[in-house]
Structures are given as structure tokens and as C-alpha cells.
């Protein structure tokens, strides 16, 4: 997560990489960013850093986007509050991969993998996923694969259908709440809801 105000500097480049407080454990090597209330990039984790406050350097800055350390420095008590010279933070560099509003329609999910579509429908889309919609995407989540999910769920690789039509109705919600974008949206949805 991000504040909304980072989404430009990210999608542009200029924020290549992100300041917290504490150790930070990054699990995945690919992310997806949120800011504004919306999924709006995917990452690739490139670097990840621990430092002492004290030990912030102005390269540090400029790579999250700021001028100089001063200036990341107050952003990171606004973030926290008070933060002392001696506090850990983690710095996690990353590069763009994928602007989520700017996605390719000619792909079956529009450039995302399952897992990214499935992640995003369970952050966004609770409210109207089935228990067994929601054991579905919770599956290609640890999987990422279609296959391997309709042998773990149905016990065959025939019921492939059952998982590709969550992922669609997802797919299409996301996009129908403005939540991702396709570069022509209102062909792809159309073309979508025919198939």
C-alpha cells in the first residue's frame, strides 16, 4: 500500500523504491502496488535493504521519490510519528513491471496471471465471492495455475472450466468497478461477456 499521492511518481519511475518503519519481510518477488484505493502496478522486488534511520543517505531519498534525506525524513514521521536515529527501517527497491490501467486487452487476463487476478478479487471483491469462489482464488493463489488447482479442488484437470470461469466473472468485475483498466475497456468488456 501506498498513499495515493505515490501512484504517479511509481508509474513514472521516479519512486523506485519504498521506506518503512521496522523489518519488513517481503515474501513474493513480484508485488502488487495499491494506492488510492486501487491496485495500480505490478512490481519486481529488486533489492531489499535494513539501515538504522540515522544511516538514510539522499540517494536513499531520491529513490523513494524524494529530493534529499530532510525531506524523506519528514514524510516518515508523518507516516509514524516520531521516529528516532536509531530506529530500523527497511527500504525495498523495486522495478515496474505492469501498469494495471493500462492492461492488454487481447489477453486472456489481460496480461495478469491467475494469481495476480485471483489476489486482486479477494482484496476487492468479497462482497461478492462464494465460500467456494473464494476457495477457488485462494488456491491459485498458492498455485498460480489453472491446472493445478482443478486437480487439487476437483480432482481433475477436465474441471479447468470451473476455475477459468471465476477468474473471468472476477476479471470483468474488477474491470466493470473501474478497479483495473484495459486500454479499450468498453470493446474488451463486450467481447468478454460474449465468451
Given amino acids: 500500500m501506498v498513499k495515493g499521492e505515490y501512484v504517479d ?22 508485488l502488487i502496488v495499491h494506492g488510492g484505493g486501487r491496485p495500480v502496478a505490478k512490481v519486481r522486488v529488486v533489492n531489499v535493504t535494513y539501515k538504522k534511520v540515522k544511516e538514510l543517505t539522499d540517494e536513499d531519498a531520491k529513490k523513494d521519490g524524494f529530493r534529499n534525506v530532510n525531506e524523506l525524513l519528514r514524510a516518515l514521521q ?10 530500523v527501517v527497511t527500504i525495498i527497491e523495486f522495478e515496474l513491471i505492469q501498469n494495471l490501467s493500462e492492461l492488454e486487452p487481447q489477453d486472456p487476463y489481460l496480461g495478469l496471471s491467475p494469481a ?3 489476489r ?7 462482497d461478492m465471492l462464494s465460500e467456494e469462489e473464494k476457495k477457488i482464488l485462494k488456491d491459485i493463489t ?13 480432482g481433475s484437470i477436465e474441471k479447468r472450466w470451473r476455475v477459468r470461469r471465476v477468474l473471468r466473472r472476477c476479471l470483468n468485475e474488477l474491470v466493470r468497478r473501474g478497479l483495473i483498466k484495459p486500454r479499450n475497456s468498453s470493446r474488451t468488456l463486450n467481447r468478454r461477456n460474449r465468451g
Avoid at 508523518?78 to 530506529?87: H, K
Avoid at 486482486?120 to 468479497?126: G, M
Avoid at 498458492?142 to 476437483?154: G, K, M, V
Fill in 142 to 154: 498458492i498455485t498460480n495455475s489453472i491446472r493445478s488447482t482443478a486437480i487439487r479442488l476437483f
Fill in 120 to 126: 486482486l478479487a479477494l482484496r476487492y471483491l468479497q
Fill in 116 to 118: 495476480d487476478v485471483a
Fill in 9 to 30: 511518481d511509481i508509474l513514472s519511475g521516479r519512486k523506485r523504491a519504498t521506506i518503512r518503519l521496522g523489518r519488513v519481510k517481503v515474501k513474493y518477488d513480484e
Fill in 78 to 87: 508523518r507516516a509514524y510519528g516520531r521516529i528516532s536515529p536509531d530506529d
